[in-house]
């Protein structure tokens, strides 16, 4: 029996009670009984998103609503800025590309954040610059960017628009949507939000409504006005995923009994213990910056292969955290703490991690980095 | 205490086998344990369509393999003919024109099916149409169209790509993909297949590959070519929908016990007893031709209002079907015997609509209906 611990950094391990209401008998969607339900979850992220606009539920995955992000506020030729620090920020490039945007990448070197003044330079040179695209956090290498910054820079640009792809960051870091001026943001379910994957969720701000209205793209499944529309009947346009929208609330409700700050408090503090452990076994971290609190990227040691890592840590002990991607890939592996995680996630990953390592030849006391983690995880 | 019964023609009862399979852990999508998941749900749906065609299996509703189909396969300005004989056919035209194409539509009287014959015709006088929309099963109005007589006229045009929406079809009618030469067919999960909403399938055809190489649309959520290389390697392009996909495989396993002849069986036995029942009790179908096997539409009696029907069935005895959508809203309702459904939810269905019509004034012998079920699904 090989007993199983998802750490990856979506999808994320789905708590039973979720579980348990998703395998009720279904209910249809146009139906009255479906109506609270819907209305329900869309006020749950406002909380969650701490915003009074609206947010979209749609059924797709978390690319699903950065596509519509792209389709939905923009016209072949518009220019805009990306910050491109990783894997997912080269994914907001291919997207603008595909539906004829003119990009211009803010590169960040992977590992590090991007600084909000780089952003600040380009707009004042160029304020025909339509939208600002960013992670908050870049999964791929574990870093958080310093969203509250870069809301304060695009804000005094009337014609930008400031998009934020938080699908990894929601839940585990404190996103103030309406305070921090972001136009749209996406979440995705299987992240932060303890679901499985099926579902995004995108605000808009009523900056971006306006803009949306002399927006021409084609568009049909990711039609962000009709879901608007939709969406004050407490209804989506296509068929809404009941079962996960019943997941969803389940979630929720378990978040909001644990409060927002002390869900934020909770990420933190399993973040710092994931990071002060592996440092304390001689491990460097990948992000030399602004480390991330849903996932944290370590660097192998000399002489052994992060792939390895990986593989050991599945194989072996049922552990699956994650490798590194593209010219990550071999460099580093991940461990996540997102979403339903508590001590004993991180004190397990950490001990697996221990035991792997030292099977691979890495010089290390066993428990060095159980005690660390044990010791900030007890103040 | 009101027991729920769901009669809808999707989202249909989810069995009890599938709910539990998607209640497990979750287990991550780029893992290799869900290799062999992806491999079986691949290979099933290949079984279920009839083909040896690549079956992609998209994140979204079942439009979202709608709006695919067109935006893999054109290009703005291609010539295009529609089936429009309901709400779904209008579908086709709305999603084809949001991508500039030109159609063509051919309407159909609501309630009646297209002869082949008329898109023969078009095509003959206009060679340089690109391909042909329509509907296997019309759900607005119970109408199953003859998709293998069309098949037959669209495969003699080289130019043609033959695209069939089978969401509310697959399962409840034999549809064979490559015996009737469909390029292109699209099928949801919420629908025969027994699942919650949440995916999409769509078949592929090499004809329409080879088309698919000089169709030059922005896409990227529904990008079909890089779907086909991630399941060449038993994954999807971006996140699967893991839960739903382990839900598949249980539904598949399911349908292959009962065996595919037997399912088609099953489902044209329910919906003969059905519109038989409805006949006996002095009913007139809405469907005036080839009625389908998943869904029985059925016109109100003169003076009382479909929407009343539909209401007081739900309201009253705990049984949601569905009421007729624009033109057909408050002349007919619906029951559907789609998915997981037996001889007992024909005859509740009809037992229950025997009581709201005889409430609702209509002068009816209670039992009629039943008895008329009964004998049917006795033979």
């Known amino acids: 029996m090989l007993k199983r611990y998802l750490l990856a950094p979506g999808p994320t391990p789905v708590p039973p009670e979720v579980l348990l209401s998703m395998a009720m008998p279904i209910i249809h969607h146009r139906a009255p009984d479906f109506l609270p339900v819907l209305e329900s979850a869309k006020t749950g992220l406002q909380w969650l998103f701490q915003t009074k606009n609206d947010v979209l539920i749609i059924a797709s995955t978390g690319?699903?609503?950065?596509?519509?992000?792209?389709?939905?506020?923009?016209?072949?030729?518009?220019?805009?800025?990306?910050?491109?620090?990783g894997k997912f920020g080269e994914r907001w490039t291919k997207i603008a590309q595909s539906y004829g945007l003119k990009v211009e990448e803010i590169p960040v070197e992977w590992g590090y954040s991007v600084k909000p003044e780089a952003v600040d330079a380009i707009l004042k040179k160029d304020?025909?610059?339509?939208?600002?695209?960013?992670?908050?956090?870049?999964?791929?290498?574990?870093?958080?960017?310093?969203?509250?910054?870069?809301?304060?820079?695009?804000k005094k640009f009337d014609n930008t628009l400031f998009i934020v792809d938080a699908i990894s960051a929601l839940v585990a870091q404190?996103?103030?949507?309406?305070a921090w001026g972001i136009d749209v943001m996406i979440g995705g379910s299987q992240k932060g939000l303890m679901l499985p994957p099926g579902l995004a969720f995108v605000s808009v701000s009523e900056k971006a409504w306006q803009r949306n209205e002399s927006s021409k793209m084609p568009r049909f499944y990711f039609n962000f006005k009709k879901e608007r529309e939709n969406l004050a009947k407490n209804q989506t346009n296509f068929t809404s995923a009941v079962t996960l929208i019943i997941g969803l609330n389940e979630a929720i409700k378990m978040l909001q009994k644990e409060g927002l700050e002390n869900v934020f408090k909770r990420h933190?503090?399993?973040?710092?213990?994931?990071?002060?452990?592996?440092?304390a076994m001689g491990l460097a971290l990948y992000s030399k910056e602004s480390p991330s609190n849903s996932v944290t990227a370590i660097e192998a040691p000399a002489g052994i292969d992060g792939q390895a890592i990986y593989k050991?840590?599945?194989?072996?002990?049922?552990?699956?955290?994650?490798?590194?991607?593209?010219?990550?890939?071999?460099?580093?592996?991940r461990l996540a703490h997102l979403g339903y995680a508590d001590i004993f996630d991180v004190i397990t990953g950490i001990a697996a991690l221990e035991m792997v390592l030292k099977e691979l030849g890495y010089d290390i006391k066993l428990g060095t980095g159980v005690a660390k983690a044990q010791e900030i995880l007890m103040q």
Chains 1, 2 share one sequence.
């Open 63 to 85: 690319t699903g609503g950065m596509v519509g992000s792209v389709n939905n506020f923009f016209n072949p030729g518009d220019k805009v800025i990306v910050v491109n620090g």
């Open 127 to 154: 304020p025909e610059i339509k939208g600002v695209f960013v992670q908050a956090t870049e999964t791929s290498t574990g870093v958080y960017h310093d969203v509250e910054g870069l809301g304060k820079v695009v």
């Open 174 to 178: 404190d996103m103030k949507t309406d």
């Open 268 to 279: 933190a503090r399993l973040a710092r213990a994931t990071r002060e452990a592996v440092k």
């Open 312 to 333: 050991n840590l599945r194989e072996k002990y049922g552990i699956t955290g994650a490798g590194g991607q593209d010219k990550a890939k071999g460099k580093i592996f």
